[in-house]
Every structure is written in C-alpha cells, then in structure tokens.
C-alpha cells in the first residue's frame, strides 16, 4: 500500500479527521449531562471515544494521544485557553489536557480499561469477519435484505468486525461495528494463527530456528541420505550455516530453504545499556527482540513483499505512534488491481512513515514475505511485543505519540 493512503488509515484511527468508510464507526456517547468542569478533585470522566490528549491547552498543539470513552483520568483541575468551546481546557496530567467538551467530572478515582483486551481462551481482542463476495451488501436492518434495500456494499476479502447475530425467516446475518448488517453465509470468521515464538533465557545461545516446510528432510551430511523428516515449525537449534545447508545442534543437516533462523544482528549505536530494541531480519523473516546485546525473544514475522512498491524500508527507526488498533485500507486508490480495508488491525507500533509492526489474522503464513510493507506478526507475538516495547499504552488511552524523552524503541531492518 502507499505510504499516503496507508497514512489516511493512521490518521483515521488516531482521529484526525480522515473520513473514510471504516475511519472510526463508534457511535459518541449520548450524555445529556452538561460538560461544566468542576474543581480538582476525583478524575474527569471521558465522554467521547478516542478524544484527543493535547500538550498545551490550545487548538493546534502537539498530540500526545487519544483516550477511550468512559475511561477516568486525573483531574488536576482546569485552565483556560483558545479553542475549546467556552475556552475551558481539563488538565489530566503535567503538559496534558482535554478540551472540557470531551469531559465530565467525576467523584470515582481515576481508572480504566488496558486495551486492547483479549478475553482468557482467546487469542484476537475482537472478533473479526472476511467479506467472502464482492459487492457484499450491508443493511441498516436485516429486514431491509428481503427488500433489497441495502445502505453499502463490501469487496471480497474485506475485513469486518462483527458483534451481535441475528436470525429472521430462515437467514442468519452479522451486525459490523458500524451498526450495519451482513449475510453470514457472505463472510468467514477470522481464527487468527496459534504460532507464538520464544523467549530466550538469560545464557541461551543465541541459535533459534523455525521449520518451514511441511514435511522437511533432514540429512545425514549435506547430500547424503535421510536420516528423518520434521514439521512445520518445529524448533530447531543452528550449529553452523552454508549458502545450502543449515547444521542442527546435535547432528543432521537441513536444506537452507527449508529452515528460517536467528543471525548476528549489529547493535545500533543509540542503543543504551539494557535498553530493549527490535532487529527485523528480511531475509530470515525473523524478528528478535534484544535487551541491550542479548536477545531475549525471537519469532517468525511476514514483511513487504520483494517489489519496490511493497518491500520493508531498511534502516534503524523508532517507534513514532502505538495504536491499540488501527483501520487499514487502500480504497482511495483507483490504480491497484486490488482494493482492500481491515477494520481494527489490533497492536500497531508505526516505525517509518505508515510501516508498522502489528497483528495479522488474516494468514498463517509467517516466515514468509506477503504484506504491502509492514512487519505482520501472529496476534500473540503483536500483542507480547506490545508490552516489551517503549512507551507503554497509558490505561484507558487508545493511542501515544511517543516523544524524544520516552526513549521510544528502536526498530533495525536489514
């Protein structure tokens, strides 16, 4: 995807006022209570989803995020300023305040909800649908389907998220996170991949490997005969590597192909003590956390498919912008042989303009290149390297725009 319509996307879910079809879809919340401030005390309760947390309390400043509704935020009282109805900014934290209309005060203590959240069993936050047909048609009200009388229609391989079902005169239909609803037999729900990498102890050689093929051979010596064969994605630890042939710890040679596993990886320069970083290795399809020189986590990652439009950038970056989910899509552009648009891509960590890192549940095909240029990531590793990276996603907010002082992770593509 370009880098302008793959912004568009960005900015949507940061709210910034893109209006695509799927931009956010979440009804404001219907408060009649006036949105007077209160003097300190308690917490400001948040009215709007995704209202935005500014640096100053002005219109036009910096961006530090956005905050889900209902969430409960320090209230340290409120100040004045332009651009804000009434000219009343809420102070929620040092150098951060919300526009008074996006608040009520509140007695409770400030808290909220870490997002995004995956209930015990699961392995996706939402649960997510694919169109299966193009030309899908959407209804304000599944009765409006036995009428033909639909409000949009979806491309093939869009991705939905879907709440509620509903049944009426012998069909089932899906209601999206917009409030429409869709035929289910003209979707297919999203499972998302089990694949989970490793973490690797204090000590441990630094020797992973991950089984690609299904059903690979394993060798006596390089060209010699077959000694076994192993699976898909087994484990395997790398004594030595040629151009062909990779040497497993403890006996027997695998063909190089069939086989994705660690490399050395510089340390960057910007890099301080223990500080963690991400080194993305293109031609391994490996991702690897490090604390300071020693890896502590590894996995097998999809990046950009190998054409100048698709491919990865190579560089060192830092993570500029981490989303609790982001809406992706190329519908504006007329000159691709294929449209697409996922709604809530969960775990975004945007690195280099709108290449990211983040959750796929779209394939199971990690260790393999496929995407338009981020790094996928099976939804368990997105939502671990979540967690690892810096700076946290504050409780109840959506979005962090992380700044110079938050020493934001540093993510090497070679």
Not at 93 to 108: D, I, K, M, T
Not at 196 to 216: K, P, Q, Y
Request: with cysteine; net charge negative; proline share 6%.
């Amino acid at each position: 995807m370009s880098f302008s319509l793959r912004t568009c996307a960005l900015l949507a879910s940061l709210g910034l006022g893109v209006g695509l079809w799927l931009a956010s879809g979440l009804a404001q919340d219907a408060i009649a209570t006036p949105r007077t401030p209160a003097a300190a005390s308690g917490s400001w309760l948040v009215l709007d989803d995704a209202a935005p947390v500014l640096r100053e309390p002005r219109e036009g400043a910096r961006r530090r995020g956005t905050v889900r509704v209902n969430t409960r935020v320090p209230n340290l009282g409120v100040v004045r300023g332009a651009g804000c109805p009434g000219g009343t900014w809420a102070r929620v934290g040092p150098q951060l305040y919300l526009c008074a209309e996006h608040v009520r005060a509140s007695s409770l203590p400030p808290a909220g909800e870490s997002i995004p959240r995956v209930a015990d069993g699961e392995i996706l936050p939402r649960r997510y649908a694919f169109v299966r047909y193009d030309g899908t048609r959407a209804y304000r009200d599944p009765i409006d389907a036995f009428m033909d009388r639909y409000e949009e229609t979806y491309g093939e391989g869009f991705g939905l998220v879907v709440t509620e079902r509903r049944e009426l005169r012998d069909s089932a239909f899906l209601e999206t996170r917009r409030g429409l609803w869709v035929e289910e037999e003209s979707l297919t729900l999203a499972r998302g991949s089990s694949f989970a990498g490793r973490e690797i102890a204090e000590g441990e050689a630094s020797d992973l490997g991950w089984v690609l093929a299904n059903d690979a051979r394993v060798y006596a010596r390089p060209g010699g005969h077959v000694t076994a064969h192993v699976g898909r994605r087994e484990v395997v630890h790398v004594a030595s590597t040629t151009r062909d042939w990779v040497e497993r710890v403890g006996g027997g040679f695998l063909r190089e192909r069939d086989v994705a596993h660690m490399t050395p990886a510089p340390l960057p320069a910007d890099v301080q003590g223990d500080e963690r970083w991400i080194d993305v290795d293109v031609d391994q399809q490996v991702l690897t956390v490090f604390a300071g020189a020693r890896p502590v986590f590894a996995t097998l990652v999809s990046t950009g498919l190998p054409d100048p439009n698709h491919a990865t950038p190579v560089g060192e970056f830092h993570i500029w912008a981490k989303l609790a989910f982001s809406d992706m899509t190329n519908l504006a552009q007329t000159d691709v042989r294929r449209n697409y648009a996922i709604e809530a891509v969960p775990w975004v960590q945007y690195f280099e303009h709108a290449n990211g890192l983040h959750a796929a549940f779209w394939h199971d095909d990690f260790g393999h290149r496929r995407s338009h240029g981020c790094v996928n990531l099976s939804p368990r590793d997105a939502r671990r390297l979540f967690d690892m990276t810096s700076p946290a996603l504050p409780v109840g907010w959506k979005a962090i725009l992380p700044e110079e002082a938050d020493r934001p992770t540093l993510v090497q593509v070679r």
